[in-house]
């Protein structure tokens, strides 16, 4: 799966998070208009879903939002020290 297929959610940008194909909404089959004097069309299968109606893209999963707990916002040797005195280590929160 690919980072840029999701949103900030964790939603897929293609479906929108309904695990719906986004050619054919779902239904697996899409209307060919055909060029004729009768504005006939006809169904085939989606060629996106092959006829699944599911968004490939996806799976219907959903992408969970990655934290990283960490530490290393510590700056060592940096900032100024408390009362005139020496360069300490500063955290960032």
């Not at 004097?37 to 959903?62: R, Y």
Request: hydrophobic content about 20%; proline content about 8%; glycine content about 14%.
């Amino acid at each position: 799966m690919y980072p840029e297929l999701y949103d900030k959610e964790g939603r897929c940008v293609r479906c929108k998070g309904t695990n719906k194909c986004h050619s054919c909404g779902g239904s697996g089959r899409r209307v060919l208009e055909e060029d004729s004097v009768f504005p006939e069309g006809t169904e085939v299968p989606c060629p996106t879903c092959f006829g699944g109606g599911d968004c490939k893209f996806c799976h219907g999963k959903k992408r969970k939002p990655k934290i990283i707990k960490t530490n290393d916002l510590a700056r060592t040797n940096q900032g100024a020290g408390t009362n005139q005195g020496p360069i300490t280590t500063i955290y960032c929160p």
